[in-house]
Protein backbone atom coordinates (compact mmCIF):
# COMPACT_ATOMS: atom_id res chain seq x y z
CA UNK A 1 0.00 0.00 0.00
CA UNK A 2 2.57 2.44 1.01
CA UNK A 3 4.70 1.97 -2.51
CA UNK A 4 1.35 2.43 -4.13
CA UNK A 5 0.96 5.82 -2.41
CA UNK A 6 4.70 7.15 -2.99
CA UNK A 7 4.23 6.31 -6.85
CA UNK A 8 1.15 7.85 -7.48
CA UNK A 9 2.12 10.76 -5.44
CA UNK A 10 5.00 10.65 -7.76
CA UNK A 11 2.61 9.94 -11.08
CA UNK A 12 0.94 13.30 -9.45
CA UNK A 13 4.18 15.54 -9.18
CA UNK A 14 4.43 14.31 -12.90
CA UNK A 15 1.53 15.70 -14.17
CA UNK A 16 1.60 18.63 -12.38
CA UNK A 17 5.53 19.61 -14.05
CA UNK A 18 4.08 18.20 -17.64
CA UNK A 19 1.26 21.15 -17.39
CA UNK A 20 3.28 23.95 -15.89
CA UNK A 21 5.94 23.12 -18.95
CA UNK A 22 3.07 23.24 -21.42
CA UNK A 23 1.45 25.88 -20.28
CA UNK A 24 4.35 28.09 -20.31
CA UNK A 25 4.58 27.63 -23.67
CA UNK A 26 1.13 28.06 -24.25
CA UNK A 27 1.20 32.09 -24.94
CA UNK A 28 -1.54 32.20 -22.01
CA UNK A 29 -3.71 30.12 -23.61
CA UNK A 30 -5.26 27.38 -20.98
CA UNK A 31 -7.14 24.67 -20.60
CA UNK A 32 -9.30 23.47 -17.36
CA UNK A 33 -8.14 20.12 -18.45
CA UNK A 34 -4.60 20.83 -18.73
CA UNK A 35 -4.59 22.05 -15.37
CA UNK A 36 -6.57 19.24 -13.94
CA UNK A 37 -4.89 16.71 -15.19
CA UNK A 38 -3.18 15.78 -11.83
CA UNK A 39 -6.90 14.68 -10.45
CA UNK A 40 -6.98 11.25 -11.61
CA UNK A 41 -3.76 10.25 -9.90
CA UNK A 42 -4.53 12.18 -6.89
CA UNK A 43 -7.47 10.22 -6.29
CA UNK A 44 -5.28 6.97 -6.65
CA UNK A 45 -3.48 8.18 -3.87
CA UNK A 46 -6.63 8.70 -1.32
CA UNK A 47 -8.09 5.33 -3.39
CA UNK A 48 -5.09 3.48 -2.16
CA UNK A 49 -5.19 5.27 1.12
CA UNK A 50 -8.64 4.49 1.99
CA UNK A 51 -8.77 1.01 0.88
CA UNK A 52 -5.81 -0.52 1.97
CA UNK A 53 -7.16 -4.60 0.70
CA UNK A 54 -7.42 -4.25 -2.81
CA UNK A 55 -7.31 -7.59 -5.22
CA UNK A 56 -4.74 -7.41 -8.36
CA UNK A 57 -8.29 -7.08 -10.63
CA UNK A 58 -9.53 -4.07 -8.91
CA UNK A 59 -5.88 -2.39 -8.47
CA UNK A 60 -5.78 -2.86 -12.33
CA UNK A 61 -8.74 -1.80 -13.45
CA UNK A 62 -8.43 1.67 -11.36
CA UNK A 63 -4.68 1.73 -12.62
CA UNK A 64 -6.03 1.66 -16.25
CA UNK A 65 -8.92 3.91 -15.20
CA UNK A 66 -6.48 6.63 -13.81
CA UNK A 67 -4.16 6.27 -16.68
CA UNK A 68 -6.86 6.93 -19.23
CA UNK A 69 -8.41 9.74 -17.84
CA UNK A 70 -5.33 11.42 -17.28
CA UNK A 71 -3.96 10.90 -20.42
CA UNK A 72 -7.51 11.47 -21.96
CA UNK A 73 -7.30 14.71 -19.52
CA UNK A 74 -4.23 15.85 -21.75
CA UNK A 75 -4.67 15.53 -24.93
CA UNK A 76 -7.84 17.36 -24.41
CA UNK A 77 -5.82 20.00 -22.93
CA UNK A 78 -3.66 20.16 -25.97
CA UNK A 79 -6.20 20.28 -28.80
CA UNK A 80 -8.03 22.92 -26.64
CA UNK A 81 -5.05 25.17 -26.30
CA UNK A 82 -4.24 24.55 -30.15
CA UNK A 83 -8.06 25.39 -31.02
CA UNK A 84 -8.55 21.80 -32.50
CA UNK A 85 -10.83 18.76 -31.60
CA UNK A 86 -11.27 15.44 -32.53
CA UNK A 87 -14.20 12.97 -31.93
CA UNK A 88 -12.05 10.11 -31.08
CA UNK A 89 -11.11 12.27 -27.88
CA UNK A 90 -14.39 11.04 -26.16
CA UNK A 91 -13.32 7.21 -26.19
CA UNK A 92 -10.99 8.03 -23.07
CA UNK A 93 -13.96 9.14 -20.72
CA UNK A 94 -16.07 6.49 -22.27
CA UNK A 95 -13.06 3.94 -21.66
CA UNK A 96 -11.85 5.61 -18.29
CA UNK A 97 -15.51 5.82 -16.36
CA UNK A 98 -16.26 1.95 -17.95
CA UNK A 99 -12.25 0.62 -16.06
CA UNK A 100 -13.33 2.88 -13.40
CA UNK A 101 -16.96 1.63 -12.17
CA UNK A 102 -15.53 -2.19 -13.05
CA UNK A 103 -12.46 -1.20 -10.30
CA UNK A 104 -14.96 0.12 -7.90
CA UNK A 105 -17.50 -2.95 -8.40
CA UNK A 106 -14.62 -5.42 -7.49
CA UNK A 107 -13.27 -3.34 -4.20
CA UNK A 108 -15.62 -4.52 -1.64
CA UNK A 109 -15.39 -8.24 -3.43
CA UNK A 110 -11.31 -8.40 -2.46
CA UNK A 111 -12.81 -6.62 1.53
CA UNK A 112 -14.70 -10.07 2.00
CA UNK A 113 -11.81 -12.11 0.82
CA UNK B 1 -2.58 -25.77 -15.24
CA UNK B 2 -4.35 -25.43 -12.22
CA UNK B 3 -7.59 -22.74 -12.91
CA UNK B 4 -6.48 -19.62 -10.74
CA UNK B 5 -2.72 -19.96 -12.02
CA UNK B 6 -4.45 -19.31 -15.40
CA UNK B 7 -6.38 -16.67 -14.11
CA UNK B 8 -3.78 -14.64 -12.72
CA UNK B 9 -1.62 -14.87 -15.51
CA UNK B 10 -4.09 -13.56 -17.71
CA UNK B 11 -4.87 -10.39 -15.24
CA UNK B 12 -0.94 -9.99 -15.46
CA UNK B 13 -0.76 -9.45 -19.41
CA UNK B 14 -4.09 -7.08 -18.89
CA UNK B 15 -1.55 -3.85 -17.92
CA UNK B 16 0.52 -4.21 -20.86
CA UNK B 17 -2.14 -4.85 -23.37
CA UNK B 18 -4.04 -1.79 -21.99
CA UNK B 19 -1.08 0.62 -21.94
CA UNK B 20 0.28 -0.75 -25.38
CA UNK B 21 -3.40 -0.19 -26.67
CA UNK B 22 -3.76 2.91 -24.96
CA UNK B 23 -0.14 4.64 -26.46
CA UNK B 24 -1.60 3.46 -30.26
CA UNK B 25 -5.34 5.35 -29.64
CA UNK B 26 -2.94 8.26 -28.16
CA UNK B 27 -0.04 7.76 -30.87
CA UNK B 28 -3.45 7.60 -33.60
CA UNK B 29 -5.42 10.38 -31.76
CA UNK B 30 -2.73 13.17 -32.27
CA UNK B 31 -1.62 12.11 -36.04
CA UNK B 32 -5.20 12.15 -37.08
CA UNK B 33 -5.60 15.62 -35.25
CA UNK B 34 -1.89 17.20 -36.67
CA UNK B 35 -0.53 15.21 -39.22
CA UNK B 36 -2.70 13.14 -41.80
CA UNK B 37 -4.12 15.01 -44.20
CA UNK B 38 -7.86 13.78 -45.30
CA UNK B 39 -8.46 15.30 -48.61
CA UNK B 40 -12.18 15.75 -48.83
CA UNK B 41 -13.14 17.89 -51.97
CA UNK B 42 -10.94 19.70 -54.61
CA UNK B 43 -11.86 23.45 -55.26
CA UNK B 44 -14.10 23.77 -58.60
CA UNK B 45 -14.69 27.04 -60.47
CA UNK B 46 -16.41 29.77 -58.66
CA UNK B 47 -19.99 30.30 -58.63
CA UNK B 48 -19.66 33.81 -57.81
CA UNK B 49 -17.50 35.21 -60.59
CA UNK B 50 -18.82 38.61 -61.64
CA UNK B 51 -18.08 40.49 -65.67
CA UNK B 52 -16.67 43.21 -64.67
CA UNK B 53 -14.12 41.00 -62.10
CA UNK B 54 -12.77 39.00 -65.11
CA UNK B 55 -11.09 41.78 -66.54
CA UNK B 56 -7.45 42.27 -65.36
CA UNK B 57 -6.20 45.42 -65.57
CA UNK B 58 -2.83 46.30 -67.13
CA UNK B 59 -2.17 50.07 -65.81
CA UNK B 60 -1.45 49.18 -62.33
CA UNK B 61 1.52 50.48 -60.25
CA UNK B 62 2.72 49.22 -56.77
CA UNK B 63 5.24 49.75 -53.94
CA UNK B 64 6.21 47.91 -51.02
CA UNK B 65 3.12 49.10 -49.08
CA UNK B 66 0.59 49.64 -52.37
CA UNK B 67 -1.32 48.71 -54.98
CA UNK B 68 -2.91 50.66 -57.23
CA UNK B 69 -5.11 50.01 -60.81
CA UNK B 70 -8.53 50.77 -62.34
CA UNK B 71 -10.02 48.44 -59.92
CA UNK B 72 -8.26 47.75 -56.92
CA UNK B 73 -6.59 50.39 -54.76
CA UNK B 74 -4.67 48.69 -51.42
CA UNK B 75 -2.42 51.28 -49.19
CA UNK B 76 -0.74 49.53 -46.22
CA UNK B 77 0.11 52.07 -43.16
CA UNK B 78 2.17 50.62 -40.26
CA UNK B 79 0.81 51.93 -36.44
CA UNK B 80 1.78 50.95 -33.19
CA UNK B 81 -0.24 50.19 -30.95
CA UNK B 82 0.71 49.17 -26.96
CA UNK B 83 4.37 48.48 -28.01
CA UNK B 84 3.01 46.52 -31.30
CA UNK B 85 3.25 46.61 -34.73
CA UNK B 86 0.35 46.60 -36.45
CA UNK B 87 -0.46 46.71 -40.13
CA UNK B 88 -3.67 48.27 -41.37
CA UNK B 89 -4.47 47.65 -44.98
CA UNK B 90 -6.97 50.14 -46.63
CA UNK B 91 -8.87 48.36 -49.45
CA UNK B 92 -11.06 49.71 -52.15
CA UNK B 93 -12.30 47.72 -55.23
CA UNK B 94 -15.00 48.78 -58.29
CA UNK B 95 -16.75 45.25 -57.59
CA UNK B 96 -16.83 43.21 -54.64
CA UNK B 97 -15.96 39.90 -56.14
CA UNK B 98 -12.21 40.85 -56.31
CA UNK B 99 -13.02 40.10 -52.46
CA UNK B 100 -12.08 36.13 -52.84
CA UNK B 101 -11.23 33.23 -50.81
CA UNK B 102 -8.68 30.21 -51.45
CA UNK B 103 -8.12 26.75 -49.97
CA UNK B 104 -4.37 25.36 -49.42
CA UNK B 105 -3.71 23.01 -52.36
CA UNK B 106 -6.95 23.77 -54.11
CA UNK B 107 -8.52 21.45 -51.66
CA UNK B 108 -11.00 21.04 -48.91
CA UNK B 109 -9.87 19.27 -46.18
CA UNK B 110 -8.45 18.61 -42.56
CA UNK B 111 -4.43 19.20 -42.21
CA UNK B 112 -3.96 20.51 -45.67
CA UNK B 113 -1.57 23.54 -45.68
CA UNK B 114 0.03 26.31 -47.46
CA UNK B 115 1.74 29.43 -45.75
CA UNK B 116 -0.37 32.43 -46.73
CA UNK B 117 2.32 33.57 -49.18
CA UNK B 118 2.35 30.42 -50.96
CA UNK B 119 -1.06 30.49 -51.57
CA UNK B 120 -1.06 33.59 -52.27
CA UNK B 121 1.38 32.95 -55.19
CA UNK B 122 -0.98 29.97 -56.27
CA UNK B 123 -3.49 32.45 -57.20
CA UNK B 124 -1.82 35.58 -58.38
CA UNK B 125 -3.53 37.31 -55.06
CA UNK B 126 -2.65 41.03 -54.87
CA UNK B 127 -3.13 41.10 -51.29
CA UNK B 128 -3.61 38.24 -49.19
CA UNK B 129 -3.92 37.48 -45.07
CA UNK B 130 -4.36 34.20 -43.57
CA UNK B 131 -8.35 32.84 -43.02
CA UNK B 132 -9.81 31.00 -39.74
CA UNK B 133 -7.78 28.13 -39.97
CA UNK B 134 -11.09 25.97 -40.84
CA UNK B 135 -9.10 22.69 -41.20
CA UNK B 136 -7.88 22.70 -37.76
CA UNK B 137 -11.40 22.48 -36.47
CA UNK B 138 -14.61 19.51 -36.92
CA UNK B 139 -17.13 22.26 -36.57
CA UNK B 140 -17.95 25.59 -37.64
CA UNK B 141 -19.48 26.35 -41.17
CA UNK B 142 -17.21 26.64 -44.64
CA UNK B 143 -18.49 28.29 -47.35
CA UNK B 144 -15.62 29.87 -49.92
CA UNK B 145 -16.69 31.44 -52.98
CA UNK B 146 -20.18 30.19 -53.17
CA UNK B 147 -19.42 26.52 -52.19
CA UNK B 148 -20.45 25.16 -48.92
CA UNK B 149 -17.90 23.08 -47.21
CA UNK B 150 -18.76 21.97 -43.63
CA UNK B 151 -22.03 22.72 -42.77
CA UNK B 152 -21.75 21.81 -39.12
CA UNK B 153 -22.26 24.50 -36.80
CA UNK B 154 -19.24 25.70 -34.51
CA UNK B 155 -19.59 27.81 -31.27
CA UNK B 156 -18.35 31.66 -32.18
CA UNK B 157 -20.66 33.88 -34.73
CA UNK B 158 -19.77 33.39 -38.37
CA UNK B 159 -18.62 35.95 -40.65
CA UNK B 160 -20.88 35.77 -43.73
CA UNK B 161 -19.70 38.15 -46.71
CA UNK B 162 -22.95 38.29 -48.97
CA UNK B 163 -22.54 38.31 -53.04
CA UNK B 164 -22.74 42.35 -52.82
CA UNK B 165 -19.38 42.49 -50.63
CA UNK B 166 -21.16 43.40 -47.55
CA UNK B 167 -20.07 41.36 -44.45
CA UNK B 168 -22.13 40.76 -41.42
CA UNK B 169 -21.84 37.94 -38.24
CA UNK B 170 -24.39 35.46 -37.93
CA UNK B 171 -25.41 33.02 -34.99
CA UNK B 172 -24.84 29.51 -36.28
CA UNK B 173 -27.79 28.43 -33.64
CA UNK B 174 -29.99 30.80 -35.45
CA UNK B 175 -28.76 30.03 -39.38
CA UNK B 176 -27.94 26.67 -41.04
CA UNK B 177 -25.27 26.57 -43.53
CA UNK B 178 -28.00 26.02 -46.35
CA UNK B 179 -30.11 28.87 -45.31
CA UNK B 180 -26.97 31.82 -45.60
CA UNK B 181 -25.96 30.11 -48.68
CA UNK B 182 -30.13 31.40 -49.20
CA UNK B 183 -29.28 34.59 -48.19
CA UNK B 184 -26.26 34.84 -50.75
CA UNK B 185 -23.52 34.98 -48.38
CA UNK B 186 -20.98 33.45 -50.51
CA UNK B 187 -18.20 33.38 -48.00
CA UNK B 188 -18.63 32.55 -44.20
CA UNK B 189 -15.56 32.25 -41.96
CA UNK B 190 -16.22 30.45 -38.22
CA UNK B 191 -13.16 31.75 -35.50
CA UNK B 192 -14.61 35.49 -34.08
CA UNK B 193 -15.42 36.47 -32.36
CA UNK B 194 -17.06 39.49 -33.79
CA UNK B 195 -14.72 42.84 -32.89
CA UNK B 196 -17.25 45.57 -34.37
CA UNK B 197 -20.38 45.86 -35.13
CA UNK B 198 -22.41 49.96 -36.31
CA UNK B 199 -18.89 51.39 -35.93
CA UNK B 200 -18.70 50.19 -32.22
CA UNK B 201 -16.52 48.16 -30.41
CA UNK B 202 -18.04 44.62 -29.46
CA UNK B 203 -15.71 42.65 -27.31
CA UNK B 204 -14.33 43.77 -23.83
CA UNK B 205 -11.42 43.84 -22.49
CA UNK B 206 -12.19 40.12 -21.10
CA UNK B 207 -13.37 38.46 -24.67
CA UNK B 208 -10.61 36.43 -25.56
CA UNK B 209 -10.95 33.47 -28.86
CA UNK B 210 -10.81 29.92 -26.40
CA UNK B 211 -9.03 30.19 -23.06
CA UNK B 212 -6.45 33.13 -24.02
CA UNK B 213 -6.11 35.69 -22.12
CA UNK B 214 -3.22 37.41 -23.37
CA UNK B 215 -2.03 39.60 -26.22
CA UNK B 216 -1.16 37.91 -29.45
CA UNK B 217 -0.45 38.64 -33.20
CA UNK B 218 -3.95 39.04 -34.73
CA UNK B 219 -5.68 39.12 -38.17
CA UNK B 220 -8.85 40.90 -38.47
CA UNK B 221 -10.80 41.75 -41.83
CA UNK B 222 -13.79 44.45 -41.35
CA UNK B 223 -15.86 46.84 -43.61
CA UNK B 224 -15.41 50.74 -43.60
CA UNK B 225 -18.56 50.96 -46.65
CA UNK B 226 -19.55 49.42 -50.02
CA UNK B 227 -16.37 47.73 -51.49
CA UNK B 228 -14.33 49.35 -48.97
CA UNK B 229 -12.54 47.18 -46.64
CA UNK B 230 -9.91 47.24 -44.20
CA UNK B 231 -7.47 44.16 -42.90
CA UNK B 232 -5.41 44.51 -40.13
CA UNK B 233 -2.62 41.96 -38.80
CA UNK B 234 -0.37 42.79 -36.03
CA UNK B 235 2.98 41.39 -34.74
CA UNK B 236 3.24 39.48 -31.15
CA UNK B 237 5.08 37.40 -29.22
CA UNK B 238 8.19 39.39 -29.84
CA UNK B 239 10.83 41.52 -27.63
CA UNK B 240 9.54 44.18 -30.46
CA UNK B 241 6.04 43.54 -30.20
CA UNK B 242 4.41 42.67 -27.36
CA UNK B 243 1.11 41.88 -29.34
CA UNK B 244 -2.69 43.04 -29.31
CA UNK B 245 -5.70 41.95 -27.32
CA UNK B 246 -9.05 41.44 -28.86
CA UNK B 247 -10.22 45.04 -27.74
CA UNK B 248 -7.41 46.69 -28.49
CA UNK B 249 -7.87 45.14 -32.05
CA UNK B 250 -11.20 46.17 -31.83
CA UNK B 251 -10.52 49.76 -31.29
CA UNK B 252 -7.65 49.65 -34.50
CA UNK B 253 -10.52 48.65 -36.84
CA UNK B 254 -12.74 51.48 -35.34
CA UNK B 255 -9.81 54.03 -35.84
CA UNK B 256 -9.43 53.44 -38.72
CA UNK B 257 -13.05 53.59 -40.23
CA UNK B 258 -14.54 50.34 -39.63
CA UNK B 259 -18.16 49.52 -39.38
CA UNK B 260 -17.90 45.92 -38.95
CA UNK B 261 -15.26 43.79 -38.26
CA UNK B 262 -14.42 40.53 -36.99
CA UNK B 263 -11.67 38.31 -35.55
CA UNK B 264 -9.60 35.39 -38.04
CA UNK B 265 -7.27 33.26 -36.88
CA UNK B 266 -4.40 34.75 -35.16
CA UNK B 267 -0.67 34.04 -33.14
CA UNK B 268 1.49 32.07 -35.61
CA UNK B 269 -1.08 32.11 -38.44
CA UNK B 270 -1.11 35.87 -38.83
CA UNK B 271 0.06 37.01 -42.34
CA UNK B 272 -0.08 39.56 -44.33
CA UNK B 273 1.15 39.74 -48.05
CA UNK B 274 1.33 42.41 -50.30
CA UNK B 275 2.95 41.85 -54.12
CA UNK B 276 4.00 38.52 -53.38
CA UNK B 277 6.11 39.97 -50.40
CA UNK B 278 5.05 39.02 -46.65
CA UNK B 279 4.39 42.79 -44.43
CA UNK B 280 4.33 41.79 -41.20
CA UNK B 281 6.57 39.45 -39.10
CA UNK B 282 4.95 35.90 -38.39
CA UNK B 283 5.93 33.60 -35.99
CA UNK B 284 4.55 31.18 -37.16
CA UNK B 285 7.45 28.66 -37.33
CA UNK B 286 6.99 26.25 -34.79
CA UNK B 287 10.02 25.45 -31.91
CA UNK B 288 10.87 28.85 -30.58
CA UNK B 289 8.59 30.76 -33.10
CA UNK B 290 11.16 32.29 -34.67
CA UNK B 291 10.21 35.38 -36.01
CA UNK B 292 9.69 35.94 -39.79
CA UNK B 293 8.81 31.89 -40.32
CA UNK B 294 5.46 31.74 -41.80
CA UNK B 295 2.90 29.11 -40.34
CA UNK B 296 1.42 26.75 -43.25
CA UNK B 297 -2.20 27.23 -42.69
CA UNK B 298 -5.71 26.01 -44.35
CA UNK B 299 -7.14 29.05 -45.98
CA UNK B 300 -6.53 33.06 -47.42
CA UNK B 301 -8.79 35.76 -47.98
CA UNK B 302 -7.46 37.75 -50.84
CA UNK B 303 -7.80 40.50 -53.17
CA UNK B 304 -7.40 39.46 -57.31
CA UNK B 305 -8.07 38.66 -60.37
CA UNK B 306 -7.72 35.04 -60.86
CA UNK B 307 -10.16 33.12 -59.00
CA UNK B 308 -9.08 29.26 -57.18
CA UNK B 309 -10.12 26.48 -59.70
CA UNK B 310 -10.97 28.64 -62.58
Known amino acids: MKSSVIKWSIITVFWIVALNIYNHFGHGVYSNFMNFVWIPSAIMIIVRLLFTKMDRIASQLLVASAWTLSIGMFLKGVFDIANTSNNLIYLYPFLGIILLAGGIIRIPYAQHQ | ?310
Open chain 2, 1 to 310: MPKSKHRLKKILKFGPIYALTLLSLTGYTAADTFLVSHSIATVKASKTTSSTAATVATNATSTSTSYKDDNISITIKTETVNNTKVYVADIVVSDSSYLKSALAQSTYGTNITETTSDQAEDVDAIFAINGDYYGYRNDGYVIRNGTLYRSTAGDEDVLGIDSNGNMASYDPSEYTAQELIDKGIVQAYSFGPTLVENGKVVVSDSDEVGQSMSSNPRTAIGQVGENHYIAVVSDGRTSESEGLSLSELAQVMVDNGATYAYNLDGGGSSTMVLNGKVINNPVGGGAGNSTGSERAVSDILYIGYKEQGS
